[in-house]
């Protein structure tokens, strides 16, 4: 196995990368964009809306049980949305950018690639997404509770949650690629771990410019007039955000994966090996 990469010269190659192909093809990164955007509006509705109603009730007498049965419907569907579109979507349009490095796009070139993995997504997303909520319910009604022990339990749940969170970057790719159901979560979490330092500054990337561009899509939609207040982040949030955060996980792993060769056991870890 190669060096470990320096995170900082690592970040700033990928960062450099993923702008410049931003510039070079603005076009397909609209259309990217868009689709992306698309496929998982309901789910930034479902969460904004949510987080308005915690917002709202959070201070009131008995508003963690007013709260609490709204959350997890909420999270439930989110988590159904991501497996049935969002999930699936996103891995398609990650195998349409790897087609362009080959060939011109056709018009059908997307939906063959969501035809091709719609199967694996579903499975992968589905256990991912559902495992994830399951685990968040689990940290909240910890947060509930005054025992030591499950303050415990809450804050060991809350770095596992975290850390699926950052192994579920290369989910994607490793999807694409064709890997084994077990094979994607095992490889997703060892990568992970083996580059953690430039997983985190990538995530943290990506989480901040959803951040700041979302609230504007939300409020564009619920508030007359909010427009002009948020129209450059809406922009950015419906022309640029899908396109950068699939160019990021694109370069990020294309960058990782050229340090495995062989394990230092001889088993073969070619991240883009094909499936049996």
């Given amino acids: 196995m190669k060096e470990k990469l320096p995170l900082i010269k690592a970040y700033g190659t990928v960062l450099k990368l993923t702008v410049t192909e931003l510039y070079q093809s603005m076009g397909y990164m609209f259309l990217v964009s868009l689709i992306w955007f698309i496929a998982t509006l309901p789910m930034t509705s479902f969460i904004a809306a949510i987080c308005v109603f915690i917002a709202e009730n959070i201070f009131k007498p008995d508003g963690a049980k007013a709260i609490l049965p709204l ?9 159904g949305w991501n497996t049935l579109v969002a999930g699936p979507v996103t891995v398609a349009l990650y195998g349409m950018h790897q087609v362009r490095k080959e060939n011109y ?35 909240i009604i910890t947060l509930i509770e005054t025992s030591f022990f499950m303050k415990v339990i809450g804050l060991v749940t809350f770095y596992i ?9 290369y989910l994607i790719p490793l999807i694409y690629y064709k890997h084994k159901f077990a094979d994607v979560f095992r490889k997703a979490f060892l990568v992970m771990m083996d580059n953690f330092g430039l997983t985190l500054v990538v995530n943290l990337t990506m989480a901040l410019i959803y951040v700041l561009s979302a609230p504007s899509v939300i409020l564009m939609i619920f508030l007359y007039g909010a427009f002009y207040l948020s129209a450059p982040s809406v922009i950015l949030m419906i022309f640029l955000y899908g396109a ?20 230092e056991d001889g088993e073969e870890i070619e991240i883009q090996d094909s499936i049996d």
């Fill in 71 to 79: 959350f997890n419907t909420t999270m439930l569907i989110i988590a």
């Fill in 105 to 139: 796009l056709e018009k059908k070139t997307f939906f063959e690639q969501f035809k091709k993995s719609y199967w694996s997504s579903f499975k992968v997303f589905g256990a991912f997404s559902f495992g994830i909520v399951l685990l968040i319910i689990n940290f």
């Fill in 161 to 169: 949650i975290a850390l699926l969170f950052l192994m579920s970057f």
């Fill in 244 to 263: 950068f955060y699939i160019w990021m996980t694109d370069n990020t792993f294309e960058l990782i994966s050229e340090r495995y060769e062989t394990a």
